[in-house]
């Protein structure tokens, strides 16, 4: 089955400083990639939607400026956490989608990653 | 934009039992519906799908109802097991479109 990595899998950082988060699909091109958050025992947030060599699309309420994406290629995408805050402590989990069988997008998730700010 | 509600929010049963999670949408437009189970601390895994041009699907001792007149699915488990305990998220799609759209999950919890 498709493979989506995410690296790192868990990040400590100060507040004020920037995070990067990388989301790869391993064996398969992605046409879009996805990006969530989720806090404990809730459901996943989408933050915004992007697609390879455009620029991406958030979501009601996600500061674009602040959540940094960039999709250079059809295998990565990354999330930037810039001027991290302890209230952007979250699991940040991306997945990435391409056409399956019959033209359905099939979304296949990484293992997220876990974020915390000090 | 489409809208998905799911419930319940949380489900307990007894090994052996059933669980039912059901979810409803709004756009009539979306005609693919993914059910994902996410266990502790791990990605949501899809485990089943359905189409609109079906209403029933079935794989061993999960299945799936679509009543695409109510807008209305279900995820069904029989025989549950202690394995079987985690969040499922139901989601709402367009096939050739790359737009989900999430329940907000059921924590089921088998007891043994």
Redesign the interface.
């Known amino acids: 089955g498709a493979v989506v990595s995410q690296h790192p899998s868990r990040v400590i950082c100060k507040s004020g400083t920037s995070v990067k988060i990388e989301c790869r699909s391993l064996d398969f091109q992605a046409t879009t990639m996805f990006w969530y958050r989720q806090f404990p025992k809730q459901s996943l947030m989408l933050m915004a939607t992007s697609n390879e060599g455009s620029k991406a699309t958030y979501e009601q309420g996600v500061e674009k400026d602040k959540f940094l994406i960039n999709h250079a290629s059809l295998t990565l995408s990354t999330l930037t956490v810039t001027s991290a805050h302890p209230e952007d402590s979250s699991f940040y989990i991306c997945s990435a989608a391409a056409p399956g069988l019959a033209g359905v997008y099939e979304q296949y998730f990484g293992p997220g990653t876990r974020l915390t700010v000090t | 934009g489409e809208n998905v509600e799911q419930h319940p929010s949380t489900l307990s049963v007894q090994e052996g039992d059933s669980a039912v999670i059901k979810c409803t949408y709004s756009d009539s437009a979306s005609n693919?519906f993914?059910w994902?189970k996410q266990e502790l601390?791990?990605?949501?895994?899809?485990i089943i799908?359905i189409?609109s041009n079906v209403g029933e699907k079935k794989d061993q001792r999960i299945a799936v109802t679509l009543n695409k007149t109510a807008k209305h699915f279900s995820l069904h488990i029989t025989e549950t097991q202690p394995e079987d305990s985690a969040?499922y998220?139901c989601a709402a799609?367009i096939?050739?479109?790359?737009?989900?759209y999430?329940?907000?999950?059921t924590?089921l919890t088998v007891i043994p």
């Open positions: 693919y993914p994902y601390g791990k990605r949501p895994q899809l799908d189409r969040v998220f799609s096939v050739n479109g790359n737009q989900f999430f329940g907000t999950g924590s």
